[in-house]
C-alpha cells in the first residue's frame, strides 16, 4: 500500500480483501447532495463563487444545511430557475447572463465564478460548461468561470466537491517538463491541518508540496509527469482519475485519521521520495507519540462499544478502521453512499472479515438493522440523530467530520474526542430519554 | 431567473411537508431526488421533533432517468402504504420530478391501495412553502370533509375547529393551547384542532362544528373560505396577539358563537403588558423607532401591539407573504409607512438601514441584519430556527402570549435609568462602546455570537462581517456628506452608541439641507434641536 500507481498499471480490486461481500440495497437514499460541499468549498477557496443553478428547493437546501447563521454575505447563491425560463417566455442563457453580470458587479473581487449544477438544470439539459465558456469569453481575465455538476441525481454530500476538484484540473498549469518532483495533497483540509503537513513534509525534505483546492483560484498546482498526488480525503476518485490523465502518479496510502492512518499516509509519501527511514522515523515520533497519547484518554470511553455508521460522506471505511484498530470498538456496519475500492481498499484490508459493509442507502431497512443490531453508538446525518436519540440511542451526527479539521497526529485527540462525546455526555446526564 | 442567497420560504413540497408533519396517520410520497431529503433535518434538527417527518422520497438518480423513475414511485408507494399503514396517503412531486412529468397521482391510483390517496400538485417553479402548506391542508380537508355533508342538527354548545397550526409555525405549539383555553372560557367547545395534531378521521369531522377559526390565514385562509362555502361555518379571522386583539378575538368568538364574555375575561387580569407598559419604568420606551417585518399575519400583529400598546412608533412594516401583500398594505398605511412587500433579504436589509430603528422586530433573517447593524431585535415570525422553539411555554397569542411579547420585545432595549446614566456619564470606564447593557449577557452590540447547536455546522463559515453591509452604511455616509471638524466629532462620540448612529445620520441631513459644511459643534445641536429626541 506504498506504492506509487501509475494509471496504466492501477488495479481496480486488488486493496479490498477478496470475498468481501457488499450488501447493497435499493431503497431510499437518506443523504444530502453534491451542492452541500459548497459550505465548505467557498471558505477555502476565498476567491470563488459558486452560483448554483437551480430551483428554489437547491436554494432553500443550502440555507437549511448551512443555517441562516452565516454572519457574512456568503460567496454562494442560486440563480432560481422560474416558470417564464420554463415556459420558453425567457431565454434562459440570457437570464444567466444577467445573474452573472449582476452578480459580478456587486462581488468586484470574485476571481472565479463556478456554475454549479443542480438536478433541474441537468433534467432540462442547460449546458452549463457551454454557458461557461461563454462567459468566460466575456468576464475573463478578471474573472474566470467554470461549471460542475453539484447535483441529486448524480452526486451525494462530498461528491460535489470531487466533481469541482476534477473540473479544475484542466485549468491547472502545466509543470515543466524538468521541473523537480513534486506533491500535491488532494481534497479539502482545514488550514491548520495543511499547515501541520507542512512542517511534517519540510522536516521529511519532502517538496515542493502544493494542496488541492488552493486556498486562491490563481495559485493552482502546476501538474504534470513530475507531479505526485496523494488523496487526504477518500471522496475525490474522479479527480484522482483527471490527474493521473494528465501524467501525475497517484500515492496511494491509508487516509490520514488517527495516529496509524496519518502514519502510514506520510509513510507512503515518505517511500515514494525516498526518505531514509531513520529520518522518518526521527520527523514523526513526536506526533505518533502525542496522538497515541491523546487518543488514549478517549480509549476507555470507546473500547468494546459497538458502532453503526450511516452513508453520509465517504469518510466511514477510513472512521470505521480508526475506530477498530485505535479504539477497539466492534464495527456492526459501515454504510457509505459509494464505495470506492480503489481508493477505499487500504482501508478495507485492514478490517476483521465480519464487518458488514454497505453502498447505497434502503434507509428503512438500514433503520431496521439499527433495531436488531442495538448498537451502542450510531453515527449518522441529522435527519436521523434525534429519532434515535429518542429512542434512548446515542448518535454522533456525521457531518461534523468534514467541517471539524481531524487530519493528522494533532488531530487524532479530536477524532477521538469528537466521537466519544455522545458517549461521555450520556454517562453525564441522570436525566433524558 | 432570480439571484437568490437566503430565502423567507421553502419550496411548497415543504409546505405539503409540514402538514404531513402535524398530522396524526399521514403518509407522504415525494417524487424527489436524494438531496432534497435534507428537509428532514427541519422537523428533527430545528423542531425537535422525536420521529421522522412520515415522508418517503423516490430518490431517483440519473441513471434511472432513461428508465423507468415511475416504476420507483410505484415501489416506493406501495412499500410506504404496507410499512408505515396510514389512513391516507399524500403524493406529490417536488421540484426535479415536476419536470419530468411522471404523474404520482395518476400512479398512484393505479396501485390499487387500500388508502384514500390525495394527489397534490405543487408547481414549484411558480409557488411557495406557505402557498404548498394552505394547498395541502385543503386538498386533505376537501378530502376528507367533502362527503359529510351538513350536520344535521347543532349540538346545544357552540363549537368550533382552530385552524391553521403547523409544524414548523412560530410558536404553534404554545399558541394553541393559550386559544383553546381562551375559547372554553367563554364555553365554546372546541371541536378540531388543525392540521397541527389531528387525524384524516378528525378532518372528518370539522364540519360537525359551527364556526372556524382561521388561526394562521396563510395556512388556513383556503380551505376556511372553502368550508363556509360548502357548510356555510362562519370564520372568525382577528388573530389573537397583543392585547388589543386578544380583546376583539374574544368579542368576534362570542358574536358569532352567540355567547355573553364572562366578567373575569373581560376584567383580563391574566395579562400584565398593559400595566407594565403603563408603569413609569416603560416611560423611556415612547417613540421607538421600531421597523417590522414578517409573514403577514405576524407583522400585521406585531405592528399594532408596538403602536398601541407600547407606545413605539413603527417606522417600517413589510412582509415576504405576497399573497397577504394588500392587508399589509393596509396596516402601512395606518401607520404612515411605505409598505415593504419583499422576499429579497437584502432588499429588507437596505429597506431598514434606510428607517434608522431603534428595535426590530423580525425573522430570523433580520435579525442577523440586525446583529451587524448593532441594532436589538426580537423574532416575531418565521422562517424559524432552532431557537424559535423554546423548551419554555411560550406563546404569542392571547394573554400569555402578549406577558411573552412584552418581555422579548423590551428586553432587548436597555433600561430606562440604565439609557440616563450612560448619557450623563460617558466617561465611566465600564461604559465604554463595547459594554452592552448590564442585565443581558450577550445582547450587547459587540457581544460574540450566542452559540448553539446549529454553530457546529456552521464552523466552517467564519463570521467575518459582511463587508458590502458596512461599505452600504458608511457610503450612506460618504456620498456627498459634509465633513465633520474634529470638535464636532469628539462631540459626537459623547453621544452612547445606541443612539449615536442616529444623531450622526440627523446631523449630517440637517447640514445638507441647509448647506452646511463642515459640522461643527454648533451644527450639532441645531440638528438635535430640529429633529428632536
Ligand atoms: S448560533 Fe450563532 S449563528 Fe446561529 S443563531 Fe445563534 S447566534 Fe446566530
Ligand atoms: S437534490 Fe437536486 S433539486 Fe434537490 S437540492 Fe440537490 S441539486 Fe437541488
Redesign the pocket.
Known sequence: MTTVFDASTACTDTAAKPGRDVLKQRGQHEVFCGLTSIMWLHRKMQDAFFLIVGSRTCAHLMQSAA?V?I?AEPRFATAIIDERDLAGMADMNDELDKVVTRLLARRPEIKLLVLVGSCPSEVIKLDLPRAASRLNGEHSPQCRVMAYSGSGIETTFTQGEDNFLAALVPEMPAEAADAPVSLVVVGALGDVVEDQMMRVFDGLGVGPVRFLPSRSSTTLPPIGPNTRFILAQPWVGACAQALERRGAKRISAPFPLGEEGSTAWYRAIADSFGVPEAKFDAITAPGRERARRAVARYKPVLEGKSVFLFPDSQLEPSLARFLSREMDTSIIEIGTPYLNRDVVGPELAMMPDTVRVSEGQDVERQIDRVHTDNPDLIICGMGLGNPFEAEGRSTKWSIEFVFTPLQGYEQAGDLAELIARPLMRRELLKVGS | MELTVWTYEGPPHVGAMRVANSMRDVHFVLHAPQGDTYADLLFTMIERNKKRPPVTYTTFQARDLSGDTAEIFKTAARDAVARFKPQALLVGASCTAELIQDDPGGLAKTLGLNVPVVPLEMPSYQKKENWGAAETFYRLVRAFAGGAGKPETAPEQASCNILGPTSLGFRNRDDIVEVVRLVESLGVRVNTVAPLGASPADLARIPQAHFNIVLYPEIADTSARWLKRQFGQEMVTTIPIGVGATRDFVAEVAKVAGVEVPQELLESGAERLSWYSASIDSNYLTGKRVFVFGDATHAISAARIASEELGFKVCGLGTYSREFARDVREAAAKYGVEPLISDNHLDVEDAIIAAQPELVLGT?MER?AAKRLRLPCAVISSPV?V?DFPARYSPQMGHEGANVIFDSWVHPLMMGLEEHLLQMFRGDFEFHDDAGSSHLSHGGPAAG????A??EQ?AVAAETPAPDVAAATSTAANDDQPSWTSDAERELRKIPFFVRGKARRNTETYATENGLNPITIETLYDAKAHFGR
Open positions: 443555517g447563521m454572519f | 430570523q442577523h430556527h431557537q455570537h450566542q452559540p448553539d446549529r454553530d456552521a
